[in-house]
């Protein structure tokens, strides 16, 4: 018995729907394994899907605590009130979608040929939903109506001594002893407002002021700047470049940052992670439609996140 897609359409036979069914399920599987590379908000936001597919948009509280304790007398009435209020915000959501497919030839031409079908476009289709996600938790969107980690509004900026060879503030030009100052005027900028209350445990670079610190090296040459600020800076754990912080800040310079990352002060929303739809038939073509949903970055906490233009 043939399987018909519809009355002006070539056919698949019975032997042929089953293969590509299977062949189909199998792409999708593999799809769902492919892992982005180069694609670094996967590896440094932690991922919410807690707001679920259908939502539009998402309400938040950003939290502050107000009020202090005291030395009370025996008997004492006037105990000191502390309180906690929040300023509701919202992001909106956004579906992302793409396709991919195959025609009735190609999945002929692999059944005859013992052949699986070509999974590329499928990986292809993965790739461009996570490179979209990917833009769009780090970077802010006025169009869309959703804000990444990078540019975030209400995070603290502060400025850098431009002191480097020729009045540059790029750590290109600057020594050792100047560029382990900025790092020092970013942490600073995190921890001092806050009275400590947090502790930036992330620095994010551009490329070129990242192979600064890997290519310069210290003493007898046996130890790298890099490495030097992970051995020495005990509340930097993580070290990390950015394509996305090249050319983001003022006048068209890099972006260098400090960050608290953790789902506590910060998510990347994404209500319905990636999924592939049910296929769609037409003429001679099958369709697989690719489907997610994504409302970029919530900082919870900007004052636990600094950073500085111009390195």
Known sequence: MAVQTSQSQRRLDRAESAFFAREAEHIKSRTYDAKPRMLKAFG???????????????????????????????????????????????????????????????????MRSGKNLDQRR??????????????????????????GMLDYPGMTETSLPADGTGGSKRWATKSVDQILRDIDI????????????????????????????????????????LKYIKDNYDTITRIEWLNELSGIGVGGTDRIMVASLDEEHITWEMPTPFEQLEEEHEGMEITIPCHSECAGSIMYYPMAFAYADGV
């Open 122 to 147: 499928a990986v292809t289709a993965r790739r461009a939903h996570d490179e979209k996600a990917n833009k769009m938790a780090l970077l802010s969107s006025a169009e869309d109506g959703t804000r």
């Open 186 to 225: 970013l942490l600073d900028a995190v921890a001092i407002p806050t009275s400590g209350r947090e502790e930036a445990n992330t620095l994010l670079l551009p490329q070129a002021a990242y192979r600064r610190l890997v290519h310069t090296r210290l003493g007898d040459n046996t130890i790298t700047l």
């Open 44 to 110: 440094l936001i932690p991922i919410s899907t807690e707001a679920g597919p259908g939502v539009t948009e998402i309400v938040f509280r950003r939290y502050n605590s107000v009020g202090i304790a005291k030395i009370i007398a025996d008997y004492a009435k006037d105990f000191p009130r502390v309180d906690v209020y929040g300023v509701e915000d919202r992001v909106k959501v956004k579906g992302i979608g793409d396709s991919y497919g195959f025609n009735i030839k190609e999945i002929r031409m692999s």
